[in-house]
């Protein structure tokens, strides 16, 4: 029982929180499209469902054409937010891998 306490308050403290950063800079994606990044969500040690719920919230707030750059270690994350950008109003460009994580591009399309 020790034992797996640790393991959950080892677990706990890896949810440090989303730093998100507006600063624009430019991305090449894979297949030559080159995309200005203007929200980008450091979601790095962050467990499910808090990079979806964060990045629902971003595209809520963001407008038309905007890019979101998307940075997770979390597999999850990975696999469930192509699917959601069906429901957001967006649509997913790339999921590039990267040696600490993902980086994830999502663009915000028109309601």
């Given at each position: 029982?020790?034992?797996?306490?640790?393991?959950?308050?080892?677990?706990l403290?890896?949810?440090?929180?989303?730093?998100?950063?507006?600063?624009?800079?430019?991305?090449?994606?894979?297949?030559?499209?080159?995309?200005?990044?203007?929200?980008?969500?450091?979601?790095?040690?962050?467990?499910?469902?808090?990079?979806?719920?964060?990045?629902?919230?971003?595209?809520?707030?963001?407008?038309?054409?905007?890019?979101?750059?998307?940075?997770?270690?979390?597999?999850?994350?990975?696999e469930t937010?192509?699917?959601?950008?069906?429901?957001?109003?967006?649509?997913?460009?790339?999921?590039?891998?990267?040696?600490?994580?993902?980086?994830?591009?999502?663009?915000?399309?028109?309601?």
């Amino acid at each position: 029982m020790k034992r797996l306490a640790t393991i959950f308050r080892s677990w706990l403290s890896r949810n440090r929180e989303v730093v998100v950063n507006r600063e624009l800079h430019q991305v090449d994606l894979p297949g030559g499209e080159q995309v200005q990044i203007t929200h980008t969500a450091d979601c790095m040690g962050a467990a499910c469902p808090r990079p979806q719920l964060i990045t629902m919230r971003m595209l809520e707030s963001m407008q038309e054409g905007d890019v979101l750059e998307l940075v997770s270690d979390n597999p999850t994350t990975v696999e469930t937010i192509p699917a959601l950008t069906m429901v957001t109003s967006s649509r997913h460009l790339a999921t590039v891998h990267t040696e600490s994580g993902w980086r994830i591009y999502i663009r915000k399309e028109e309601c």
